[in-house]
């Protein structure tokens, strides 16, 4: 089977929206992850934009078929833009009765999430590459997730690049409407503004209620990862929001 590449991202930005949330990187693999994309993708992986790469389980009207995809139909987290997987890997193996559905743009990270999977011996976590947006539009119908996870998005700090932002509204609004009624939606981000966007956003939308007043403390199921230690390191203050769907 042909492995998948980040080539998808040419494609993907001339057919579809032109605006990409996550930045254009070089993917260098390593002997770890080129072996586990090689042995563990076909089973646990597929790509958003490029069915010869391993393609979704679709059911006759295009939606994605979960029960297909984990092999039982069980309250589906979608987590966007995994990075490297610690945090899913961790969620999904201290929640087991939930499945994760991860999507990440970048390779390696993709490649990394399956080497943590194996070892973890997981059942219930799922990998796709590509552009969760994209996913979510076309294959996720409404009112079909238990939770959305948007852990530490691109923070895009220029104010010209702001519009790549992946909490705004258009997106938001987009999310509320794949989450079931009462499903929740948690983001969390270590940029002081693009917090108070978020919070802004969230909360204008119509359809979302705040669980708390506010941000709230990291809830303990959400562990620390690299990329958010970096962050603390440099003195950022990580602050959390989890919206509820309320019709
Ligand atoms: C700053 S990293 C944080 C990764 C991870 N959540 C963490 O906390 O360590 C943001 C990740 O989101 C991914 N990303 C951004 N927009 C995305 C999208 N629309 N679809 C899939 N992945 C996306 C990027 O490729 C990047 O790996």
């Given at each position: 089977m042909t492995l998948p590449s980040d080539a998808f991202r040419h494609v993907a930005s001339r057919a579809h929206e032109p605006l990409r949330t996550f930045h254009p990187r070089r993917a260098t693999l390593g002997r770890d992850r080129e072996r586990a994309l090689a042995h563990l993708w076909p089973r646990f992986g597929f790509s958003v934009h490029d069915d010869a790469l391993g393609r979704a389980p679709l059911r006759a009207d295009g939606s994605l078929d979960v029960a297909a995809l984990f092999g039982r139909f069980a309250p589906l987290v979608l987590e966007i833009?995994?990075?490297?997987?610690e945090t899913t890997v961790a969620m999904a193996a201290a929640d087991p009765s939930r499945d994760y559905l991860a999507v990440e743009a970048h390779l390696p990270g993709v490649a990394n999430l399956l080497v943590l999977i194996e070892r973890a011996a997981l059942t219930n976590v799922r990998v796709a590459h590509g552009d969760a947006l994209d996913l979510v539009r076309r294959h996720v119908p409404e009112g079909t997730l238990d939770a959305v996870h948007v852990f530490f998005p691109d923070p895009w700090p220029k104010a010209r690049h702001h519009k790549r932002r992946l909490v705004q509204p258009a997106h938001v609004a987009l999310l509320r409407s794949r989450l079931r009624v009462g499903g929740t939606l948690h983001c969390a981000t270590d940029w002081a503004d693009y917090a108070d966007q978020m919070l802004e956003v969230l909360t204008a939308d119509p359809g979302l209620e705040n669980t708390a007043d506010g941000f709230v403390a990291r809830p303990a199921h959400r562990p620390v990862t690299k990329f958010e230690q970096r962050g603390i390191d440099l003195g950022h203050e990580v602050r959390d929001v989890v919206m509820r769907r309320t019709r």
């Open positions: 833009g995994s990075g490297m997987g």
